[in-house]
């Protein structure tokens, strides 16, 4: 019986990237990925590993954890315990992230995570700021909406106080600052200022501090259904506000709430915790 040829090229590997897609292992540098999985092996709850429990949770034998351990180590990513045979991470890994978001404005920050939540529950994610009496919208993510003929751009401003947006935002003002922005007037705009008194925004605003978003169908007319949720800082002061919003055909306000709010409420965690890494950020349009 003939010997069987040996080949000359390695058997094709395919693995899967960050959307699930199959990557062809001839593109993929095996050991690169190996590396990555050893510093995603650390958390917060596992702040120092053993070799032993590196490569368990990063699915590598021990000889491989081991050189790849020492490589991180050389290379200023992990550091030795003293007192013991375990690892941490070092700083050098936060400054990666850091570098990444040091310059990005707002809208960057924002815009692959505003992305991420459109779609599936709903039309269209936005983010936008306090500019005045008025909600500046400073990134929105749409998909499907031009059937609805909303016209919300990057750059649009509404009124804070009867938009459902500033409410998820004006709620968690300090009363100072609450009082300052109650005495102005918002610009003229596309959109038609809806006389409300104090106390209907007060009431407004006390029931969105109680449940942490707002949720109401909008004023405009346009068959929309829209939630908000305030981006806080850590000592509870609003940076902006999302909203998302569907067509009010498409499912009730109950059904909205229960699909969406989870979403959108990580969504405005994540670019808090982006924002506070990055120190100030520009909120330019």
């Known amino acids: 019986m003939a010997a069987r040829k040996p080949s000359s090229a390695r058997a094709s590997v395919t693995s899967r990237g960050p959307a699930g897609e199959r990557e062809d292992g001839r593109n993929v540098v095996n050991s690169l990925a190996k590396g990555l999985r050893i510093l995603e092996a650390f958390s917060a709850e596992r702040p120092e590993l053993t070799l032993s429990e590196v490569a368990s949770l990063a699915e590598l034998d021990p000889g491989t954890a081991f050189r790849m351990l020492n490589t991180l180590v050389m290379l200023g990513y992990l550091s030795r315990i003293p007192e013991g045979k375990r690892f941490r ?14 310059r990005a404005d707002l809208r960057e920050i924002a815009r692959p995570i505003l992305r991420s939540i459109v779609g599936e529950v709903n039309e269209a994610a936005s983010l936008g700021v306090l500019d005045g009496a008025d909600m500046l919208y400073v990134e929105r993510v749409r998909a499907g909406l031009t059937r609805i003929g909303v016209d919300i751009r990057i750059g649009t401003t509404i009124p804070a106080f009867w938009s459902t947006i500033g ?119």
């Not at 700083?91 to 570098?99: A, S, W």
């Not at 600052?177 to 007060?202: D, Q, S, T, W």
């Not at 501090?209 to 929309?224: C, P, V, W």
């Open 89 to 102: 991470l070092t700083l050098k890994v936060v400054d990666l992230g850091l570098h990444a978001i040091a």
């Open 167 to 285: 409410e998820a935002f004006l709620a968690y003002l300090p009363k100072t600052e609450f009082e300052r922005v109650l005495a102005m007037k918002p610009r003229p705009g596309a959109f038609p200022h809806k006389p409300m008194n104090r106390a209907e925004i007060e009431a407004r605003l006390a029931n969105v501090r109680e449940h942490g978003y707002a949720l109401r169908d909008s004023y405009f007319g346009s068959g929309l259904r829209v939630l908000a949720v305030p981006v806080l800082d850590v000592d509870n002061y609003p940076l902006a506000a999302i909203s998302v919003a569907v067509p009010q055909m498409q499912m009730s306000q109950e059904d909205f709430r229960k699909r969406a709010l989870a979403a959108v409420r990580r969504a405005a965690a994540d670019i808090a915790k982006a924002v506070q890494a990055s120190g100030t950020v520009s909120a330019a349009v």
